[in-house]
Structures are given as structure tokens and as C-alpha cells.
């Protein structure tokens, strides 16, 4: 039985409002990442003692890890569509996203301590453009792979004029052939591109990183299960690092 239209026009409301929290999310982190533009940053003058510290900021961490993990299993959407339409099921996962990260920016505590300090201003300069380099590159790695169907928009849309939802097909645009994982390549970009780099970033890139490397093995299997075409993408594809010769088949 279809949905009515105050039922299809909530669902849009509801994925445009997931989505704008998560754009204002997502420009916030510029600045907490890079120490500039917002009100509270990852560095800053300790306020609790660093057994503290490390304990929140590990919890919290976990916290993102966690929601964007399980969410993101198959299991998990089936159970989510038992209780909002199927359209919502994605920009329920990005709402989820962003408020882990925003409970993140919120409770973080700085550490204090320097790990290095880069002085040289020419090598200031490239790791500051690395650092925007990454966010370009997270940014326009998602437009590569759709980025309206990743962040819910295609779907509350196509729920809203009443059409069926239609996955998208397997494709390797652009970097996909240099490397598997460009969009983590850009977040790792982005997490080690500074030249401050303190006790509390350190933290913060070395926890994601393992992060990263970790989510790849359950975003792989279930790419594997939904693509057969994925295997052979696999074996013959980099995860993160691209090959600085390729083979003469490829």
C-alpha cells in the first residue's frame, strides 16, 4: 500500500533536516581538527588530568565507532526498517553520525603536551595544504559515489514523488582505480596533515586510523556480498596505498 503524502512529506523534511545537520557538522570539523574558526577545538589548555582525559576522549571515540559500525551492518538496517520507512533508514544514519560527532566536539577534553612542532614555513605551508587537500578530498570522493544516495537525500526523495528505490551499480570513477579506500585516504590525509601536532591530535589520528583500518575489513565484506563483481576489484586494486607501477593487464 503506498504512503500518504503527509507520510512521504514528513520523510523528505525529515532527510533534508539530517542532512543540514549534518553539513553544519561536517564544517565544524574543519575547524576541531584544524584549530581555527570554532569555539572549542582539539587542542587547547588541559582541564582535567590526563588519565581523564584519555579515558573520555577514548569513550568517546568509541562512542562514533560504534554507531557508525553497527548502523552501517545489514542487520541493523533490517531491524531500522521494521520501525521507519526504508527511505529513512539512511538519513537515520547520517542524523546518528552527526550527533555522535557533535556529543564528540562537545565533551572533548585537550591534553596539552607537544609531540612536534613544524617551524620551517615552507613545510607549514604543505602540511596546512594537506590538510585542506584531505577535506577536498573527502568531500569530492563522496560526489564520485553519489553523494546525495550516500547521505539520504536520493532516497527520501525518490520516497517523496512515489517511485521505487533503485540501488546504484558498482562503479570505480576516478581515484576507485588508483586505490579501493580514496575517501579514508583523504580522512588520513587530514588526520596526520599538521604542523602542532599535540598529545590530544595524536590521539585523535591514531585511535581513527585504527579505526579506519578496521571498519575497511566489515565495509569490504558487505561490499563483497552485495557487489560478486567486488572480488576481482579487490585483488587487483590497492586498499590505500596505489601501486607506484601498474601491472601491464590492468
Known sequence: MPSSLPTRFAVLVYGLLSYAV?????????????????PKTIDGAPVVPLADALLVNGLLLTLFAVQHSVMARPFFKRALARILPVAAERSTYVLASSLALIALFRFWQPMGGGVWSVEQPAARLLLQVGYGAGWLIVLGTTFLIHHFDLFGLRQVWLFFRGRDYTGLKFVTPGPYRLVRH?????WLVTFWSTPQMTLAHLFFAVMTTAYILVAIQFEERDLADAHPEYHDYRRRTPMLVPRLRRDEAN
Open 22 to 38: 549534518f553539513f553544519v557538522t561536517f564544517l565544524y570539523a574543519v575547524g576541531f581538527i584544524g584549530n581555527f574558526g570554532v
Open 182 to 186: 580514496p575517501l579514508y585516504v583523504g
